[in-house]
């Protein structure tokens, strides 16, 4: 079945730099990509969807300048935390969904972020 | 605005017990209903789904049928087995194209 891959799977990085999260479709072509946010024993917090070729459209309280995201291509969505703080630290989870897709079915692995 | 309310646990249960996680929602429309599966440490699985009223979603043991009446979505399974320890999230989407609301986790665990 279709398959979504993050990458890195974990990150620690120091406060002030910036990470980049890769999520990749790995045997379909994912035309909205969506990124959420998973704090310790919470829910999901969508953050952000993303259609290829345009502009992510950011939810509300979610700030679009430190939380860069690129779908360049049909297979390829990045999320970039720039200037990281600890408060950053989080749990990121990416989901894909093709052009006859039924609701996000395809989460990858998860990117565990942790800033020092 | 559109949600989902679930039990929050965490649920104990001794293998071979059986599992019931409530799931209610609050959404204008048809809205189509998802149970997702976390395991420790990683990401979500989609475990079953139901995309109209009086559907029943089944996989792996587990059962979900959508009740438009009383607006439940609520996860049974009659045994539940130690692997089966994860955290379970009950889900709505508007329409096929839209994003995915999530309740907050209910935390299980099966202990021998």
């Known amino acids: 079945g279709a398959v979504v891959s993050q990458h890195p799977s974990r990150v620690i990085c120091k406060s002030g730099t910036s990470v980049k999260i890769e999520c990749r479709s790995l045997d379909f072509q994912a035309t909205t990509m969506f990124w959420y946010r998973q704090f310790p024993k919470k829910s999901l917090m969508l953050m952000a969807t993303?259609?290829?070729?345009?502009?992510?459209?950011?939810e509300q309280g979610v700030e679009k300048d430190k939380f860069l995201i690129n779908h360049a291509s049909l297979t390829l969505s990045t999320l970039t935390v720039t200037s990281a703080h600890p408060e950053d630290s989080s749990f990121y989870i990416c989901?894909?969904?093709?052009?006859?897709?039924?609701?996000?079915?395809?989460f990858g692995p998860g990117t565990r972020l942790t800033v020092l | 605005g559109d949600s989902v309310t679930q039990m929050e646990g965490p649920v104990t249960l001794s293998e071979e017990a059986f599992l019931t996680i409530n799931c209610t929602y609050t959404a204008t429309g048809y809205p189509s209903l998802f149970w997702y599966v976390q395991y420790p440490g990683e990401g979500l699985q989609l475990l079953l789904k139901a995309t109209k009223a009086d559907d029943k979603g089944s996989n792996k043991g587990f059962e979900a049928t959508y009740r438009k009446e009383t607006t439940s979505f609520h996860l049974e399974k009659g045994s539940v087995q130690v692997s089966d320890s994860a955290v379970y999230f009950c889900?709505?989407?508007?329409?096929?194209?839209?994003?995915?609301?999530f309740g907050p986790g209910t935390s299980l665990s099966v202990i021998p």
């Open positions: 993303s259609n290829e070729g345009s502009k992510a459209t950011y």
């Open positions: 889900a709505l989407t508007k329409t096929s194209y839209d994003k995915v609301i």
């Open positions: 989901s894909a969904r093709g052009l006859a897709g039924e609701g996000p079915k395809f």
